[in-house]
């Protein structure tokens, strides 16, 4: 089971039309700056390219899409050997081993999985969609009762 923990919008095309409009701003700026004197200087570049980003940061968010994506993933995947996480964009990636879980506890917002030596392992779950959750939990507790893990 693999579930993307990236941030998603909802698609909107209010934003869409703001980002290629905010696009459109830029090149006519441009344009009209290099036009009238024949030249640009490094602060039309500059102004260019961050209106041309804004635009597509916008219009990115519009389609639904996380414009950070790119930079990294975020996720929680479970099999029969391990889980894998990585709660955050450029945070580490964390892999435990079934063998090793004790326990594991589903609360309201965050899954805790008891380890050896005290640890605990939480995984929020503020950022899965209803129906990911729903996945998630029937997962866990299948694998709980294969597993003969004490669910709690």
């Known amino acids: 089971m693999y579930i993307n923990l990236a941030f998603t919008y909802p698609k909107n095309n209010i934003r869409i039309g703001f980002g290629l409009l905010t696009i459109a701003f830029a090149i006519g700026n441009f344009w009209l700056q290099w036009s009238n004197r024949g030249t640009a200087d490094a602060f039309d570049f500059l102004y260019f390219f961050i209106f041309i980003l804004l635009g597509y940061l916008y219009a990115s968010m519009g389609m639904g899409k996380n414009p950070l994506s790119f930079l990294g993933k975020s996720f929680l995947f479970i099999d029969d050997q391990h889980i894998k996480l990585k709660a955050t964009l450029f945070g580490k990636e ?6 090793d879980v004790n326990q594991v506890q589903i609360k309201a917002n965050t899954i805790v999985l008891f380890l050896p030596n005290s640890d605990t392992l939480e995984i929020g779950t503020d950022k899965m969609t209803d ?17 003969e893990i004490k669910l709690a």
């Not at 964390?94 to 063998?99: G, P, S, V």
């Not at 990911?132 to 709980?144: A, E, F, G, P, V």
Request: glycine share 0%.
């Open 94 to 99: 964390i892999i435990t081993l079934w063998d």
């Open 131 to 147: 129906e990911d959750l729903r996945l998630c939990k029937s997962t866990l507790i299948n694998l709980c009762k294969t597993k």
